[in-house]
C-alpha cells in the first residue's frame, strides 16, 4: 500500500533515532518515497549522511540553508507529504506538537501538515508515564494524530519497562494498514449514525445514583467501525470508562446522563440520523423522587425504602417514530432463554436488527474487551459471531448494517 507515497519521516533526538535509518529502508523497500526532516539534536544520535544516503534526498534540520540562504519551506513540505511519521518522538518534540510550539523545522511542518501524522514515541520508562506525557498523547490522539505504541523492554537508561520506540517494520505496517483502509470503498459515506454508549446515572440523591455495569466499549468500538465505513458519528454518552472519552477522533459526543437526559438526546438526534443504535445500558427504573441534598441515616430506621418509577423506553420511542428508510440497531444482554427475549424485544421495539449476547458465554458482556454476538434482523434470520474483539464484532455488526441498507435501497420502489 505504500507503493509511491510520499512518505516525511520526522526524527527528533533520542537514542532510538539510530532505528530511523531502518525505517528509511523499510519504508523504501514498500516503494515509499522518503524525505527527513531533523531536529538539531537528532544529529547527535545519527548522522545525516545515512539518511541522506538511504532516502536519496538531502537532509533538512534548518529553515533555511546557511551556505546560501535557501529556504526550506515547511508548507511544501507538508503538501508533499501522503503521511508525515515522526520517529522517534521524544518527550520534548510530542510536548511541541500537543502545544503548537513551532520552534523548529519538525514541529513548523507538523503544523502546516495536511496529511494524516504517526508518532512512534521513545523515551524512559517514567517520562512515557509522566503525567505531562499522557497528558500530551491524548492531546495528539483527539487531534487526530495517530500514536504508533512504544514497546516494552531494555531502554538505554537501563531500566525496563514501557517506552522502547516500535520497531521499524512495525511502524511501515501501521502506514501500511492506515493506506489499506482509507482504499476501502467508504461504504456509508454521507451516512449520518448516532451511537448510544454507556450505562445511563439515575440520581438517588445529592451524592448517590443507580447505575449498571457497562463501560461503553461497544459503543466506542461501533463509533470507531462506523466511521472507518466513512459515517459522520454522533456518541450519545452515559457513565463510560474515562479512558474512552474522546478516543474515537473525528467523532462528536454528547452527554447524556440519565435514561430520561438519553431520551432527549436521541429524540433530537433522530430527525436527521440514517441510522441509529443503542448500545447504551438505559435503566428501566428511576427514582421516584430525587433529593438534591443528601439523604440522611436516620436511628431506628433499618430499612430506607426507595421508590421507583418506569422510565421511558428510548428504542420503542425511537422505533415508533422511525421515517421510511431510517434504521434502528437494538441491543440485548440476556441471561438466560436469550434467543426468545431479544426476538421479542427486535419486535416490541420495532428493530431492524438486534444485537444478542448473553452473560453465560464466556469472554462477553460488560467491561471485557471481548464480545460474542449474534445479530437476529427483522426478517428473523440469526447471524452468529464466535467470539472476537470487540473491535472486530463492531465491524461484523456494520457490516450488516451495510447489508440491510443495500437491500433497502433496492426494494425502494424505481423512479424515486
Ligand atoms: N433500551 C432503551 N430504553 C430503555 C431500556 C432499554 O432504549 N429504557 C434499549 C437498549 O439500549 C437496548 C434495548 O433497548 O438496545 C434492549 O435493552 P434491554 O435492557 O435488554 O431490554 P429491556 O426492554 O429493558 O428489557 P429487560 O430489561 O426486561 O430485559
Not at 504508533?148 to 520506540?165: C, D, Y
Amino acid at each position: 500500500m505504500l507503493e509511491k507515497k510520499h512518505v516525511l519521516l520526522g526524527i527528533s533526538g533520542g537514542i532510538a533515532a539510530y532505528k530511523a535509518a531502518i525505517l528509511v529502508r523499510a519504508l523504501i523497500k514498500r516503494g515509499a518515497e522518503v524525505r527527513v526532516v531533523m531536529t538539531p539534536a537528532a544529529k547527535q544520535f545519527i548522522a545525516p549522511l545515512t539518511l541522506a544516503t538511504l532516502s536519496r534526498h538531502p537532509i533538512l534540520v534548518d529553515f533555511f540553508n546557511p551556505e546560501n540562504g535557501a529556504w526550506n519551506s515547511h508548507v511544501d513540505l507538508g503538501l508533499w507529504a501522503d503521511a508525515y511519521v515522526i520517529a522517534p518522538a521524544t518527550a520534548n518534540t510530542l510536548g511541541k506538537m500537543a502545544n503548537g510550539i513551532a520552534d523548529n523545522l519538525l514541529v513548523t511542518t507538523y503544523l502546516s501538515a495536511r496529511c494524516p501524522v504517526f508518532v512512534a514515541p521513545a523515551m524512559d520508562l517514567d517520562m512515557y508515564r509522566h503525567p505531562s506525557t499522557v497528558r500530551n498523547l491524548a492531546r495528539l490522539a483527539a487531534d487526530g494524530v495517530h500514536i504508533v505504541e512504544p514497546g516494552s523492554g531494555f531502554l538505554a537508561s537501563g531500566l525496563e519497562g514501557k517506552g522502547r520506540m516500535s520497531e521499524p517494520d512495525e511502524i511501515a505496517d501501521a502506514l501500511d494498514a492506515f493506506f489499506r483502509e482509507m482504499s476501502r470503498p467508504k461504504r456509508l459515506a454521507g451516512k449520518k449514525v448516532v451511537v448510544s454508549a454507556g450505562g445511563t446515572v439515575e440520581p438517588i440523591d445529592a451524592v448517590r445514583y443507580i447505575s449498571n455495569y457497562s463501560s461503553g466499549k461497544m459503543g466506542y468500538a461501533l463509533a470507531g467501525a462506523f466511521l472507518r465505513a466513512g459515517a459522520e458519528v454522533t456518541i450519545v454518552r452515559a457513565s463510560v470508562d474515562a479512558a474512552l472519552v474522546g478516543s474515537v477522533p473525528g467523532t462528536r459526543e454528547v452527554e447524556a446522563l440519565s435514561a430520561a437526559d438519553m431520551l432527549a438526546a436521541m429524540r433530537c438526534s433522530q430527525a436527521d440520523a440514517d441510522i441509529l443504535v443503542m448500545a447504551a445500558a438505559v435503566a428501566d427504573y428511576t427514582p421516584e423522587e430525587t433529593s438534591d441534598r443528601k439523604i440522611k441515616k436516620k436511628d431506628g430506621e433499618p430499612r430506607l425504602l426507595l421508590r421507583l418509577k418506569e422510565t421511558t423506553d428510548v428504542a420503542a420511542e425511537l422505533g415508533r417514530n422511525k421515517r421510511p428508510g431510517q434504521l434502528l440497531v437494538g441491543f440485548a444482554l440476556e441471561t438466560d432463554d436469550e434467543e426468545r427475549h431479544a426476538l421479542e424485544k427486535l419486535h416490541r421495539k420495532r428493530l431492524d436488527c438486534i444485537v444478542l449476547n448473553s452473560l453465560r458465554d464466556p469472554g462477553a458482556g460488560f467491561g471485557c474487551a471481548t464480545n460474542k454476538i449474534t445479530i437476529i434482523d427483522k426478517t428473523g434470520r440469526f447471524h452468529r459471531f464466535g467470539l472476537k474483539k470487540k473491535s472486530e464484532a463492531a465491524e461484523d455488526i456494520v457490516e450488516q448494517v451495510c447489508a440491510m441498507l443495500d437491500d433497502a435501497e433496492q426494494d425502494e420502489p424505481a423512479g424515486l
